[in-house]
């Protein structure tokens, strides 16, 4: 039996639109909540019914029992029924590792469109998996000797260093982390390698964004990323690795705003301010 899927999202209240959905995907550790705190409501507000997903043993859906030893195929496999479930096909948006799920859904799916977010690189993690060895070796141990990624990022102060930028404080990156869950083993190794083919992707719509101040997966590789699969890309300064809650987080919001509004409606580009 497949598990219960949290999903939690926004509607703009108007009835139908010819605008497609919203379906957001988070990264390691993360769920549903890291994109209701400002995205839902930013996007509903502006026109997008907007929806985020808790992969299994994430936030509120099922799974948590078997999570150790969960894949990247039973994650993309929670997007198809999720993508699903919602009353037209969505456009697709993974952040991290949310990312790599939503690169291997669109191996096999055509939606209307696709974003990736502070995304994995194109030849996978290997380079930025041994660099962080390197730099955090008991750590990394630890992980291995435990099978829990999620130690990475389980003390308001790894998880600040990672995860948001320096105008983040301590309090609220402490909250954060607080929020912060386990993560599958095997997924996590498996990021490592994997590469997504992007020749079946060429014709969807994307757009690749990235944070300058990322210290988790550097935004040098966005460009690459971006012309493999023929999309458009944007690096936005003063931003870190998670984009949807830094400080500067509308500045994330309203480029990718200004991009969906630009392939779907491309009419009322001038009043997003582009």
């Given amino acids: 039996m497949q598990p219960h899927l949290e999903i939690v999202g926004r509607e703009t209240g108007t009835g ?10 988070h990264g390691i550790c993360a769920a549903a909540w890291c994109w209701e705190e400002y995205f839902l409501g930013y996007f509903a507000d502006n ?6 997903l808790s992969l299994r043993g994430h ?4 799974g948590q029992g078997r999570l150790r030893w969960t894949s990247t195929s039973d994650y993309v496999d929670d997007l198809v029924r999720a993508a699903a479930g919602l009353a ?3 456009v697709v948006i993974g952040h991290s590792f949310g990312s790599l799920v939503v690169r291997k859904y ?9 974003a ?14 041994t660099r962080l ?34 105008a983040v404080d301590e309090e609220v990156a402490g909250r954060y982390a607080g929020r912060l869950g386990r993560e599958s083993f095997r997924a996590f190794t498996g990021m490592i390698f994997n590469r997504p083919d992007p020749a079946p992707v060429r ?24 012309q493999a699969y023929g999309a458009e890309s944007r690096v936005l300064p003063g931003i870190a690795h998670n984009l949807m809650l830094d400080p500067r987080w509308e500045d994330a919001a309203a480029v990718l705003l200004e991009w969906l509004v630009r392939v779907f409606d491309p009419s009322q580009a001038s009043s997003v301010g582009y």
Avoid at 59 to 62: A, F, H, L, V
Avoid at 108 to 114: C, E, G, I, V
Avoid at 116 to 129: D, N, V, Y
Avoid at 206 to 220: A, K, T
């Fill in 203 to 226: 014709n969807v719509p994307m757009l690749v964004l990235g944070g300058e101040l990322d210290r988790l997966i550097p935004p040098s590789g966005i460009p690459g990323l971006a």
């Fill in 88 to 90: 037209s096909p969505p």
């Fill in 59 to 62: 936030g509120g859906s099922g």
């Fill in 106 to 114: 669109l191996e096999t799916h055509r939606p209307p469109a696709a």
């Fill in 16 to 25: 139908a639109s010819s605008r497609p959905p919203l379906l957001f995907v």
């Fill in 133 to 166: 060895s390197s730099r955090h070796p008991w750590l990394s141990l630890l992980i291995c000797l435990t099978l829990e990624p999620g130690r990475l990022l389980s003390t308001p102060r790894r998880a600040r260093d990672f995860l948001f930028s320096p």
């Fill in 116 to 129: 990736l977010l502070a995304p994995t690189p194109m030849g996978g993690m290997i380079r930025i998996s």
């Fill in 47 to 52: 026109g997008f019914d907007s929806y985020a």
